[in-house]
């Protein structure tokens, strides 16, 4: 739904490397999400944002940061991955068309951190 | 601050069951009120949505659930379970707090398990 994609679906790195996610969508809508799942604690919200170059942070953001240069696009960035980064990462938009602000999901990212 | 419980992080039933997930919010404002299923490596799906008007909302996959105002509680039921059900099930409530952030906040998941 809303044609979002997530790349890379899979990504394996090492302690102390950088790594950027990326979030698309297609319908370029305003409200872009990140989050991260894990065992235990749900859905974390790491960073959103509600228009290009306007975000704002999550309940998990340290160690993350975000940027948004263009509509469709919302990228999180790991500055130097560490082990306990190691999750599954969701990208969800909320449609502009909604009043109800229901989140529609990418498919994930999955990251290994070594 | 707006909240979401749900009991029971697993849930099993066998198939053919009733199924009932419970999910109870807190919220000082009138809610907006969610259900998303995932299955197994996969994105999260809207099941069904509470707004406004009829209390009882159905949505897909014959799952169904209820908005009680007093009890404040949404949970969510399937007549009969079905082995294709067996994923993890979230609820979740619109933020109403200041600004126009539009986020959800959400509870930590039942993962419903379907026996033959």
């Known amino acids: 739904d809303a044609g979002i994609t997530q790349s890379p679906r899979h990504k394996v790195t090492e302690t102390g490397t950088p790594v950027t996610l990326r979030c698309h969508q297609t319908e370029n809508h305003r409200y872009m999400y990140w989050y991260r799942q894990d065992p235990g604690h749900g859905l974390r919200l790491i960073h959103y944002?509600?228009?290009?170059?306007?975000?704002d942070k999550g309940e998990v953001s340290d160690g993350y940061s975000v940027s948004r240069s263009k509509t469709e696009d919302f990228l999180l960035t790991l500055e130097s991955a560490t082990s306990s980064q190691t999750s599954v990462y969701f990208c969800?938009?909320?449609?502009?068309?909604?009043?109800?602000?229901?989140?529609?999901f990418g498919p994930g990212t999955r990251l290994t951190v070594l | 601050a707006q909240s979401v419980t749900q009991l029971g992080s697993h849930v099993s039933v066998s198939e053919g069951a009733l199924v009932l997930l419970r999910c109870n919010y807190s919220s000082s404002v009138p809610p907006y009120l969610f259900w998303y299923v995932q299955y197994p490596n996969q994105g999260l799906q809207l099941l069904l949505k509470y707004t406004t008007g009829a209390t009882l909302v159905k949505g897909i996959n014959g799952f169904e659930a209820e908005f009680k105002k007093s009890e404040t509680s949404f949970h969510l039921t399937k007549p009969s379970a079905h082995m294709s059900d067996a994923a993890e099930y979230f609820c979740a409530v619109s933020d109403q707090g200041a600004g126009n952030n539009r986020k959800l906040i959400w509870g930590l998941g039942t993962s419903l398990a379907v026996n033959p």
């Open positions: 944002s509600y228009g290009v170059k306007d975000t």
């Open positions: 969800a938009i909320s449609k502009d068309t909604s009043s109800y602000n229901e989140q529609f």
